[in-house]
């Protein structure tokens, strides 16, 4: 299967490090902050944390940073970001190298021990339907007992958009590939409660984005 590369709206904004292959990507600078108000909330204290679709590594390195008793294994599917994110956490004693993962590819899970927590962000909503249910569901089936899965992005709600915005991000995907686009809340919470999880929150952040909470029963 050929691994999916868009062009992400945020890569025009994406400057290239030529020293080390860090990439920025403002995006993930802004969100990184209120993404990590929620898991100081909800994240456990220590354990191992999967990040699937980790970008630039811009995240993980204010996660891990934060959150140092926590050990996290970074993934995508992307040589470039990869170099990335090794750069961005080369420093960092509780990052593993991270790891290509194509997250749509089912038995992935089979790859990885089991986590404490998975976190996922901005992924859903650049693949399509029955891709992005295999993730959803290789994250559930992997998770350890009692672990948190989070999903942090942009979601319908029901049939309709937060905003005018929203409706015309989605307009840009589907007109690069029909087949990818917002996907309801409601639709990946079901497909939460069908790979083993409860579905336990849904977390209102900045620029009309949720985080989907789900745990595993003990
Ligand atoms: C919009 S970026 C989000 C990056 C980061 N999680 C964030 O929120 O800033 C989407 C990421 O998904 C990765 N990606 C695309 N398709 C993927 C797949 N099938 N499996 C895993 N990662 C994928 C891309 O390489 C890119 O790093």
């Given at each position: 299967?050929?691994?999916?590369?868009?062009?992400?709206?945020?890569?025009?904004?994406?400057?290239?490090?030529?020293?080390?292959?860090?990439?920025?990507?403002?995006?993930?600078?802004?969100?990184?902050?209120?993404?990590?108000?929620?898991?100081?909330?909800?994240?456990?204290?220590?354990?191992?944390?999967?990040?699937?679709?980790?970008?630039?590594?811009?995240?993980?390195?204010?996660?891990?940073?934060?959150?140092?008793?926590?050990?996290?294994?970074?993934?995508?599917?992307d040589e470039a970001r990869?170099?990335?994110?090794?750069?961005?956490?080369?420093?960092?004693?509780?990052?593993?190298?991270?790891?290509?993962?194509?997250?749509?590819?089912?038995?992935?899970?089979?790859?990885?021990?089991?986590?404490?927590?998975?976190?996922?962000?901005?992924?859903?909503?650049?693949?399509?339907?029955?891709?992005?249910?295999?993730?959803?569901?290789?994250?559930?089936?992997?998770?350890?007992?009692?672990?948190?899965?989070?999903?942090?992005?942009?979601?319908?709600?029901?049939?309709g958009f937060a905003s005018?915005?929203?409706?015309?991000?989605?307009?840009?995907?589907?007109?690069?590939?029909?087949?990818?686009?917002?996907?309801?809340?409601?639709?990946?919470?079901?497909?939460?409660?069908?790979?083993?999880?409860?579905?336990?929150?849904?977390?209102?952040?900045?620029?009309n984005n949720l985080i989907?909470?789900?745990?595993?029963?003990?």
């Amino acid at each position: 299967m050929t691994p999916r590369r868009l062009n992400l709206p945020d890569t025009a904004k994406i400057a290239v490090s030529d020293v080390d292959g860090r990439i920025h990507a403002p995006s993930a600078a802004r969100n990184a902050q209120p993404i990590l108000e929620v898991l100081r909330r909800v994240a456990p204290v220590r354990g191992t944390a999967l990040e699937i679709a980790s970008g630039t590594g811009e995240h993980v390195a204010a996660f891990a940073t934060a959150l140092p008793a926590l050990i996290w294994q970074p993934t995508d599917i992307d040589e470039a970001r990869l170099a990335s994110i090794a750069a961005w956490t080369t420093d960092l004693a509780n990052v593993r190298p991270p790891i290509r993962l194509d997250a749509t590819v089912p038995g992935w899970s089979e790859k990885f021990d089991p986590p404490n927590l998975i976190f996922l962000s901005n992924l859903l909503h650049l693949i399509g339907e029955s891709e992005a249910r295999t993730c959803v569901t290789e994250a559930g089936r992997l998770l350890a007992p009692n672990g948190i899965l989070l999903v942090y992005g942009p979601f319908k709600r029901g049939d309709g958009f937060a905003s005018d915005g929203d409706l015309r991000f989605h307009q840009d995907l589907a007109a690069q590939d029909p087949s990818i686009g917002y996907k309801a809340f409601q639709t990946v919470q079901a497909w939460q409660a069908g790979a083993w999880l409860h579905p336990v929150d849904v977390i209102e952040m900045p620029a009309n984005n949720l985080i989907l909470s789900a745990r595993k029963p003990a």
